[in-house]
């Protein structure tokens, strides 16, 4: 496993309200607008993704229940360069001391991934997505349409 945090996504109840507080609030940039379904924002190295909190957890899992202990809507994520690195590091991961919480699979939004949680509880997702490349430090590129 590369040593790389791609991207930290925050469960929100109210998208757009949260959009403005990043984007405008805190100037964090971003292309997404108020009507996004998801919103990326560029930091150094790691990205902050903004997604609706029930829609994520439904992402882990569909018994997943908002709230629910253990699941405090914020999951951290891996990005693989290739979509069978998604089973390999889901199983490093396993052979580690994780729990598979999601098995890599073919995803809605034309990626491959699944979760994993550490010792401690905390989500992480293992994703390859055709849309996705890294720049030559390893940081993930996110397309502007994205």
């Not at 998801?38 to 957890?57: M, N, S």
């Not at 052979?95 to 994993?116: L, T």
């Not at 849309?131 to 349409?145: H, N, R, V």
Request: aromatic share 10%.
């Amino acid at each position: 496993m590369e040593p790389r945090i791609s991207i930290i996504t925050l469960g929100v109840r109210d998208l757009p309200r949260a959009i403005r507080f990043y984007r405008d609030g805190l100037g964090l940039p971003t292309s997404a607008r108020d009507d996004a379904t998801i919103a990326f924002f560029t930091t150094g190295g790691t990205r902050l993704a903004l997604y609706p909190l029930d829609r994520l957890a439904e992402d882990v899992s569909p018994d997943t229940q908002v709230p629910l202990p253990g699941f405090t809507g914020i999951t951290l994520a891996h990005n693989v360069r290739r979509k069978e690195d998604v089973a390999a590091v889901l199983d490093l991961a396993r052979r580690a001391g994780g729990r598979i919480v999601k098995p890599a699979q073919d995803v809605f939004w034309g990626g491959h991934s699944g979760y994993f949680s550490d010792p401690d509880g905390y989500l992480w997702e293992v994703a390859w997505g055709p849309m996705f490349s890294f720049d030559s430090q390893g940081a993930l590129i996110i397309p502007e349409e994205a």
